[in-house]
């Protein structure tokens, strides 16, 4: 049977003039079929002018910087949004957060008792090195599409007007897909429903984070504070990347991540090499020695009972092993002969928290080399947390750790005492982070995205929990909601590294995602 939302879509678009379609009379039970085809076509249309006549403010979009540590350039994003969200008929609201405000925006639907969705974004980006990017200014959006060898080649931005519209054109720029890219998606899709003179199903409220990228350190507080204003009856997470497959992603958790940063200790100041070699112990040789304690050579860590707290059982690995991730193609984009050995697969993989090695610091190479021992040596660590394994626990487990390797953990620069007292001095300083969030997979929100994404008997992937890190378990634990998490955007969209980049044919059908389901009720 049609469903409610493309009958109301059909009959928009006919009184529109979308509707172009010959009416034949069809052969007997095929009716459904033909109904559907044309609804389908019409929001194909509807869709198509609604995106197309977006670009430009997509590109005004991505022209504004969003680093977070950065308050005035996060304050003119917040501004910028809030004209767009108001001029499509959202009331709108600045939530403060020392100077790098969220932005609320709400839209009331007109049908009685309708129930209310939270949708989540965030506004802000990952800091840029222009001298990676293949384009003179990552934050001047450029178009462009692979030659037959492979290689990405700018063409004119006059081609996202063409018709038919190439879905394989790209746009290139910081947060194009991570996450103005959905945030865009969704505006886009408010004016294509009042071209149709089309109203949500259900009272939308949107939420837009200022600080998802440095990890969301005032959000829970921020949605405690205002949970009358952010109540909702679900809670919908528009970011990450779909699956490799490209197929319509469902996910139903995220790992969180807490940074730690583990520096040891050498002489007070830089020695010369020549005078104190093979007297003063080098810091940077003894954090080696560390770190390779903490992982053995098939990268499983070794810290004890790191992963002891996540048990799968057999219904759950076969939920896992049903995901159709291409392992080869996944070693080959990614560059590796074999993977870490922590899982029986990449969704496995997964499920258990994890130890990364984000940076290591000690003295200088190059030309800024200089014959000393250096007296520090610092590693910056990201934990990937899961539900059973948060980030006080992994944490603590370190501790245990470097005590048995004969560690003394000092609360900083150590003293003269210390120094002349322990032999191997380390701190252990946690930084900012999340917890993990895991929602049950049958939950009645995940069954309402589900049925809207299965439309058009589309396959649907369904993704325990990801690897990346949401402030999902912040916002949860604040507002008492049930959630979701739905991907838009491609899988190798390059997000927080350069050339980040959005296919347009993500774009298209992220609204008509959208759309389909702002047009069915919860």
């Not at 009958?7 to 095929?30: D, E, K, M």
């Not at 934050?139 to 394989?168: C, I, Y």
């Amino acid at each position: 049977m049609l469903t409610a939302h493309f009958h109301r879509i059909l009959i928009a678009c006919t009184l529109l003039g979308f509707y172009g379609f010959a009416s034949a009379q069809p052969v007997a039970g095929t009716a459904v079929l033909t109904v559907k085809t044309q609804a389908s076509a019409t929001t194909d249309v509807l869709v198509l002018k609604a995106a197309q006549a977006s670009f430009a403010e997509y590109f005004d979009l991505l022209a504004l910087p969003n680093d977070a540590v950065v308050p005035a350039d996060i304050q003119k994003n917040t501004d910028w949004l809030e004209q767009a969200f108001a001029r499509r008929g959202f009331k709108t609201q600045q939530l403060p957060n020392d100077g790098k405000p969220l932005l609320f925006a709400e839209y009331k639907s007109p049908k009685p008792d309708a129930k209310t969705i939270l949708f989540y974004m965030h506004l802000d980006g990952q800091p840029v090195l222009p001298e990676q990017w293949a384009q003179a200014n990552p934050w001047q959006a450029v178009v462009k599409k692979r030659d037959a060898k492979g290689q990405w080649l700018e063409v004119d931005q006059k081609a996202l007007q063409q018709q038919p519209l190439d879905s394989e054109l790209r746009v290139f720029a910081r947060a194009a897909a991570d996450d103005k890219g959905p945030i865009m998606m969704l505006l886009a899709t408010f004016d294509a429903m009042k071209a149709a003179g089309l109203s949500p199903e259900f009272n939308v409220k949107v939420l837009l984070d200022s600080e998802e990228e440095k990890g969301s350190p005032s959000i829970h507080a921020i949605a405690k504070a205002n949970a009358a204003l952010l109540s909702s009856d679900g809670l919908l997470i528009l970011d990450g990347p779909q699956h490799q497959s490209n197929q319509p992603t469902l996910v139903f958790g995220n790992r969180g991540a807490t940074s730690v940063t583990l520096t040891v200790y050498g002489p007070k100041l830089p020695l010369h090499s020549g005078h104190y070699g093979n007297y003063v112990p080098n810091p940077a040789q003894r954090l080696a020695a560390l770190l390779a304690s903490m992982k053995d050579d098939s990268g499983r860590v070794t810290v004890a009972g790191y992963y002891d707290k996540v048990k799968l059982t057999a219904t759950e690995l076969k939920v896992l092993a049903a995901v159709p991730d291409d392992e080869a193609a996944l070693r080959k984009r990614t560059g590796i002969a074999q993977p870490d050995a922590v899982g029986s697969n990449y969704q496995e993989a997964l499920q258990y928290p994890s130890l990364n090695i984000r940076g290591m610091q000690a003295a200088a190479v190059g030309d800024k080399a200089a014959n000393i021992i250096p007296h520090q040596a610092v590693a910056e660590l990201d934990l990937r947390t899961t539900p059973e394994a948060d980030s006080v626990y992994l944490t603590t487990l370190l501790e245990r750790h470097l005590r048995a390797q004969g560690w003394y953990l000092s609360k900083g620069e150590p003293t003269d005492t210390e120094r002349a007292t322990q032999n191997k001095i380390a701190s252990l300083t946690p930084g900012a982070g999340g917890d993990a969030a895991r929602t049950a997979m049958d939950s009645p929100l995940g069954n309402w995205v589900y049925a809207v994404l299965q439309q058009n008997n589309a396959k649907v992937v369904r993704v325990r929990m990801m690897g990346g890190s949401l402030p999902t378990q912040q916002l949860v634990s604040a507002l008492q909601v049930p959630f979701v998490i739905l991907p838009l955007v491609n899988a190798d969209n390059n997000q927080h590294s350069f050339d980040e980049n959005l296919r347009i044919g993500h774009y298209i059908d992220g609204m008509k995602t959208l759309l389909a389901l702002l047009q069915t009720p919860y």
